[in-house]
């Protein structure tokens, strides 16, 4: 009898024991008839190698579970050499491996670091020859500030490819607003830092304020509403000198509102100057990046509109108090003089003497009257005039005067761009012509050939270079001819 294997059970089946429980009677005899007991046959084992069994289950995971979205903390980060990314992604309470391949287009991959909290996007998979089920990344997202941050630096680097940062496009702010447009909370402290400096600073501004949130779902929408609104405003009549975007400080999810894309395409597409003073002084925000200024705080912005008034009221107020200390001085000296007059008058004692010296005396005063008087007048000419000087500088005139120059410079843009444009098209039509005649295919249609090295593919350039035997290639324009040198 053939030796049976420790695997083979059929023996199992093919006999089950015939064990008597206690008790149980013996039959009568053996030649009664028993039922059979049913014949089980064992299945055929189906055997599979180790690469067919990873294979098998690599494609049931692929199939049942596919591409997935996991959360959870990098750990055991490498980059190699040849570009791909492996890494461990774990939790609490499991871990997983992870790779992301170079060939990846994802975003935010210099991003990956150990302990970055991350959610990736990813094919379950196995790795065949280790039997390791890993993920294959083809998403990567941060959480909490990383992921703000992030967004940021991408929101950022975008607007600046599209020119909304470029300093050429700014426009400076008027040296004496008169009408500004504030945008901010009603309720938050900014309002209360911007009014509180322009009342100090005693500036008699006409201000349109537009409350709005400015932190929160929607509040982004808010603020780019705002600024379109005061443009229409200011375009319908009630014409704007700048607007301000203001709040106060916070953490970066509490300006969030003001790094936007909305808010920054509603600043750069504001027809009026705008101010940008978000936060503190060392956050910064996109409205800061793409307004015409930016401020480092509330108080900043309100003390910068305010300045041209402040500093023309001051050197009114300081003109008029060096009028007044000038004339004080002159006629402090013509009352030392007259007093110096009367001293000596009251020493001479001959009454004819006396006469004569109150003659002068009296000639001395009319004369002391009339200087006065003309002294006066030059002094009050000179105060109207410096005020008819003020008078006539007039803001609005030279902001007339900038609008009208950027609006003939807006006409004449299309011109020079479509002239640009047709220079720049035929340099390049004039350079593909060049380009063309040096082609070697041009050379080869002038009847010209290039022999190579049949073996080698060395170009020929001389009878030296071959010998007898040679297997050589001669490339004509519409083809190739093989040859032998005998």
């Known amino acids: 009898m053939p030796a049976k294997s420790q695997w083979d059970f059929g023996d199992l089946f ?66 190699q050499s040849s570009g791909h990314f492996y890494f461990t992604l774990k939790d609490a309470a499991s871990q997983i491996g992870c790779v992301l391949f170079r060939s990846e287009r994802v975003a935010n991959r210099e991003a990956l670091a150990d302990g970055k909290s991350v959610l990736l996007e990813g094919d379950l998979t196995v790795y065949e020859p280790r039997g390791q089920y890993q993920l294959r990344v083809c998403g990567v997202e941060l959480e909490g500030l990383g992921a703000l941050q992030a967004a940021f630096e991408r929101l950022k680097q975008q607007l600046l490819a599209e020119g909304l940062f470029a300093p050429e496009r700014k426009r400076s702010i008027p040296a004496l607003p008169q009408r500004i447009g504030l945008v901010t909370s009603p309720t938050g402290a900014a309002i209360r830092d911007v009014l509180h400096v322009l009342q100090r600073r005693g500036a008699g501004f006409e201000i349109v304020f537009v409350p709005v949130r400015v932190q929160g779902e929607g509040a982004a929408g808010e603020i780019a509403q705002a600024v379109r609104d005061l443009n229409r405003l200011s375009a319908g009549g009630v014409p704007l000198d700048v607007i301000l975007l203001t709040r106060g400080g916070g953490s970066l999810e509490d300006l969030w509102a003001f790094n936007e894309e909305a808010v920054a395409r509603a600043v750069f597409e504001s027809a009026v100057p705008v101010i940008s003073a978000v936060g503190h002084e060392i956050d910064f925000s996109i409205s800061d990046f793409v307004a015409d200024f930016r401020a480092a705080t509330p108080s900043a912005a309100a003390e910068i509109l305010s300045e041209g008034w402040f500093s023309s009221r001051e050197r009114v107020e300081g003109l008029v108090n060096e009028l007044s200390a000038r004339m004080s001085r002159d006629l402090e000296k013509l009352l030392v003089a007259s007093e110096s007059l009367a001293g000596r008058l009251a020493r001479v004692h001959p009454r004819r003497r006396i006469e004569e010296r109150g003659q002068q005396l009296d000639d001395l005063g009319e004369a002391l009257n009339r200087a006065g008087r003309v002294r006066l007048r030059e002094m009050m000419t000179k105060s109207r005039g410096l005020a008819d000087r003020m008078s006539r500088v007039k803001p609005m005139v030279q902001i007339q005067r900038r609008r009208d120059a950027l609006g003939q410079l807006l006409r004449e843009l299309p011109f020079l761009a479509r002239e640009h444009f047709r220079r720049n098209r035929e340099r390049l039509r004039s350079a593909e012509d060049r380009l063309r005649l040096l082609s070697p295919n041009e050379t080869l249609k002038r009847g010209y050939s290039i022999t190579f090295d049949a073996g080698t593919g060395k170009v020929l350039r001389s009878v030296n270079d071959v010998a007898a035997g040679t297997n050589l290639r001669t490339k004509l324009v519409d083809g190739d001819v093989a040859s032998r040198v005998t």
């Open 14 to 79: 093919d006999q089950p024991s015939k064990r008597e429980k206690p008790g149980e009677a013996k039959p009568a005899s053996r030649t009664e008839e028993k039922p059979k007991a049913p014949v089980l046959v064992a299945p055929p084992r189906q055997i599979l190698t180790v690469g067919e069994l990873n294979g098998q289950v690599k494609r049931l995971l692929e199939r049942q579970v596919g591409r997935v979205w996991v959360r959870g903390e990098i750990t055991n980060f490498r980059a």
